[in-house]
């Protein structure tokens, strides 16, 4: 077995046999342009994959995966370590499939203990006098497309609150792939989000839980008209209870859970909702 930095032609071969989402797939290929894909080998087979994204303090392990006939041979935890090796200035975080006991008691091993549990809410965009509902409230936004070096030191700051680190590599993608806004009040910036062609919602951050639901609004509408959207899907932490009880009261159902394992206590995700697990 040899573990080593997955090429582009290693990452599409298994990524291909698990029949990925475009998405994760494109992810997956760019997180291996970067050097940040791992794969394990038995001779000329590809068996097992681990991929990882860098932020300002942590790197993060959104997939690692084995062949069935390959599990419970130290595969996964070679490749675990080869993905954390050279990264102990940073922080360690992975996602962990909650009904996957070996891969929690991997997790655990690794130092990283579940903090968060990670719901993706989908379903049909709300009527519109539920949208109105959503975002009726006491804040008028003022509203401006994201430029992602312009508005640079508002979105890191807003990362760092809600997320616990930045990622501005990360912001000029989304800026050029999909619709951003930022939202202000008396001219400081307190929030943005991003939606999707494909009906995605995410990122989204707020300086406060009070803006949550009147920015979700605004982004659900703006899926709407952007794009001409009927569905809607976002990956929201459970601690952000504000947009999570908004959305199912909305309609939208819960169609998949997950752990965000981690290193560190106390990190706080109650003011964000995420892009795709693969990023965060």
């Known amino acids: ?138 804040y008028r936004f003022g509203v401006e497309p994201i430029d992602a070096e312009a508005h640079a030191y508002a979105l890191n700051e807003l990362d760092r609150h809600a997320c616990g680190t930045t990622r501005p590599a990360d912001h000029a993608e989304f800026a050029a792939s999909s619709c951003g806004n930022t939202f202000s009040l008396n001219g400081e910036c307190v929030g943005y989000a991003y939606v999707w062609p494909d009906g995605r919602i995410g990122p989204l951050a707020c300086a406060s839980e009070a803006y949550l639901v009147q920015i979700f609004a605004y982004a659900l509408v703006t899926l709407e008209r952007s794009y001409g959207a009927s569905w809607c899907t976002a990956l929201v932490p459970g601690s952000n209870r504000r947009i999570a009880r908004t959305a199912l009261r909305a309609g939208l159902r819960i169609e998949e859970s997950l752990f965000l394992a981690s290193e560190t206590t106390g990190r706080e995700l109650s003011a964000y909702s995420a892009f795709h697990k693969l990023l965060l």
């Open 1 to 138: 077995m040899r573990i080593d930095v997955g090429s582009s032609d290693d990452v599409r071969i298994i990524q291909r046999r698990r029949n990925l989402h475009e998405i994760a797939f494109r992810l997956t290929l760019e997180a291996a342009g970067r050097g940040l894909a791992w794969t394990a080998r038995d001779e000329q087979e590809v068996v097992g994959i681990a991929v990882a994204h860098d932020s300002e303090h942590e790197r993060y392990v959104g997939d690692l995966f084995v062949e069935p006939s390959y599990r419970g041979q130290g595969v996964g935890a070679a490749l675990l370590q080869m993905a954390l090796s050279g990264t102990d200035e940073l922080s360690h975080a992975m996602l962990v499939d909650p009904s996957d006991a070996a891969a929690l008691a991997l997790s655990l091993r690794f130092g990283m203990a579940p903090r968060e549990v990670l719901l993706r809410l989908a379903g049909a965009i709300p009527r519109e006098e539920e949208l109105a509902k959503m975002a009726a409230g006491a």
